[in-house]
């Protein structure tokens, strides 16, 4: 079973740069994943922010396109998100996830079947 562990949120300044970290466990090596970046507010649904797939292909929320960025390190089996330019309506819980398919996904929570604790951004001066 695929488990994932999420690190970097804390308390930052409107305007300011966190830099999230996702490490996974258990990955079946005949699977290829697309993986992605969720968050979720108080009394909101969960929402999709960025994903990367299998072949590196990016997708972002257009609330974060140019502020943040996702990468992946496949041999690592990590994944990270890099955000600037926080405001504060990009405070949440966020979430890392997994979905065992390589192409095609979209931002939907649906999609994805892995799911992390998650790690608490929070934005405020």
């Known amino acids: 079973e695929v488990q994932l562990v999420e690190s970097g949120g804390g308390l930052v300044q409107p305007g300011g740069s966190l830099r999230l970290s996702c490490t996974g466990f258990?990955?079946?090596?005949?699977?290829?994943?697309?993986m992605g970046w969720f968050r979720q507010a108080p009394g909101k649904e969960r929402e999709g922010v960025a994903i990367?797939?299998?072949?590196?292909?990016?997708l972002y929320a257009s609330s974060v396109k140019g502020r943040f960025t996702i990468n992946r390190d496949t041999s690592k089996a990590t994944l990270s998100l890099q955000m600037n330019s926080l405001k504060p309506e990009d405070a949440a819980m966020y979430y890392c996830?997994?979905?065992?398919?390589?192409?095609?996904?979209?931002?939907?929570?649906?999609?994805?079947?892995?799911w992390g604790q998650g790690t608490q951004v929070t934005v405020s001066s």
């Open positions: 996830a997994a979905a065992p398919t390589a192409y095609g996904l979209g931002l939907s929570r649906f999609d994805f079947t892995n």
């Open positions: 990367i797939d299998a072949g590196f292909a990016r």
């Open positions: 258990g990955f079946a090596p005949s699977v290829d994943y697309t």
